[in-house]
């Protein structure tokens, strides 16, 4: 059974720093593109950031590009979310998901369970 499971999220100020950690099973980890999704109270998914599976190629929204860093870690399952510099419209529940940009935004069931972020003063 394919499962993702994130943690690290909290709420912080303006201008502070969270990262989120998202722990892969069920697949082989490292075969996959990987990607975090967004979503604030009343709106839709957002996509936030992709990497390929190496690790090497990195993509972001413009919205979040030059604060936010996506990473992972193939030994250890595991993807990643630096987040510095946050603002209030960060704030969101972050989805860690199997798979690359156009996929996860159509296939909900490719999401873990989210880890909720809140940015306010």
């Known amino acids: 059974e394919v499962q993702l499971v994130e943690s690290g999220g909290g709420m912080v100020q303006p201008g502070g720093s969270l990262r989120l950690s998202c722990a892969a099973s069920?697949?082989?980890?490292?075969?996959?593109?990987m990607s975090w999704v967004r979503q604030a109270p009343g709106k839709g998914p957002r996509w936030v950031s992709s990497?390929?599976?190496?690790?090497?190629?990195?993509y972001y929204a413009d919205s979040v590009k030059g604060r936010f860093t996506i990473s992972r870690d193939n030994a250890k399952n595991t993807l990643y979310l630096q987040m510095n510099s946050l603002k209030p419209e960060d704030t969101a529940l972050y989805y860690c998901?199997?798979?690359?940009?156009?996929?996860?935004?159509?296939?909900?069931?490719?999401w873990g369970q989210g880890t909720q972020v809140t940015v306010s003063s």
């Open positions: 998901a199997r798979g690359n940009r156009l996929y996860v935004l159509g296939n909900r069931r490719s």
């Open positions: 990497v390929n599976t190496g690790g090497g190629t990195t």
């Open positions: 069920g697949f082989t980890f490292s075969n996959y593109d």
